[in-house]
């Protein structure tokens, strides 16, 4: 009997361990394989909101560099248009530029004085055509230049809150040269009241 069940015993032995062969083979190795796709897929949502995070700040600093770059320079101007201009005139405005010390730019026929207490400078230039002051500070023969029809006063800002909040360098020499005979005019060249300069102190406070 022992030997006629003996071939059924290692057969159901050998069933068995093919059974647990399977299993181990399909959790060891297929397993594994199926559940990687899905790990992938749960990992991919992830990454997309961090790569749009990451160009969000970019994105939102390119409207502060064009408003810096749009900034530009202010300048101011007002100007002095002379009632009977004349060869005396021509030498009184030469002697007060030349008592200040302004700098002659031959090439663009324009005064520059040094900055003034408040500390920027100003240009004096032509208000008529052909836009260019003779050399005034010079000596030179009588008649030798067209009198002065009118001047214009100009500040290059180089400080726009300080020059707005202290005006009185642009002020005072813009009444020193109308005192020589001229009527001062605005930016437009509109006659300008003593209200409307002391206006100009107000306007930086």
Same mark, same amino acid.
């Given at each position: !009997?022992?030997?006629?069940?003996?071939? &059924?015993?290692?057969?159901?032995?050998?069933?068995?361990?093919?059974?647990?062969?399977?299993?181990?083979?399909?959790?060891?190795?297929?397993?594994?394989?199926?559940? %990687?796709?899905?790990?992938?897929?749960?990992?991919?949502?992830?990454?997309?909101?961090?790569?749009?995070?990451?160009?969000?700040?970019?994105?939102?600093?390119?409207?502060?560099?064009?408003?810096?770059?749009?900034?530009?320079?202010?300048?101011?101007? &007002?100007?002095? !248009?002379? +009632?009977?201009?004349?060869?005396?005139?021509?030498?009184?405005?030469?002697?007060?530029?030349?008592?200040?010390?302004?700098?002659?730019?031959?090439?663009?026929?324009?005064?520059?004085?040094?900055?003034?207490?408040?500390?920027?400078?100003?240009?004096?230039?032509?208000?008529?055509?052909?836009?260019? &002051?003779?050399?005034?500070?010079?000596?030179?023969?009588?008649?030798?230049?067209?009198?002065?029809?009118?001047?214009?006063?100009?500040?290059?800002?180089?400080?726009?809150?300080?020059?707005?909040?202290?005006? %009185? +360098?642009?002020?005072?020499?813009?009444?020193?040269?109308?005192?020589?005979?001229?009527?001062?005019? +605005?930016?437009?060249?509109?006659?300008?009241?003593?209200?409307?300069?002391?206006? !100009?102190?107000?306007?930086?406070?």
């Amino acid at each position: !009997m022992s030997t006629t069940y003996l071939p &059924l015993l290692l057969g159901g032995i050998a069933v068995v361990l093919g059974l647990i062969s399977a299993v181990l083979f399909y959790k060891v190795v297929i397993a594994p394989r199926k559940a %990687e796709p899905s790990s992938q897929q749960a990992s991919t949502p992830s990454s997309t909101p961090s790569a749009e995070q990451a160009d969000t700040p970019s994105y939102q600093s390119q409207p502060k560099t064009t408003s810096k770059q749009s900034k530009k320079p202010t300048q101011q101007c &007002l100007f002095v !248009m002379f +009632d009977a201009p004349s060869q005396a005139i021509n030498q009184a405005l030469g002697e007060m530029l030349t008592a200040k010390n302004a700098f002659y730019e031959a090439e663009l026929g324009a005064f520059h004085l040094p900055p003034g207490p408040q500390g920027y400078p100003i240009m004096l230039a032509s208000a008529t055509s052909p836009g260019k &002051l003779p050399p005034l500070h010079k000596e030179h023969k009588e008649g030798e230049h067209t009198p002065v029809q009118g001047v214009s006063i100009l500040i290059r800002f180089l400080n726009t809150r300080k020059v707005s909040r202290n005006p %009185e +360098d642009l002020i005072t020499f813009t009444h020193e040269v109308a005192a020589l005979g001229g009527k001062i005019l +605005d930016a437009k060249r509109k006659p300008i009241t003593e209200e409307s300069l002391a206006a !100009m102190y107000r306007e930086g406070e």
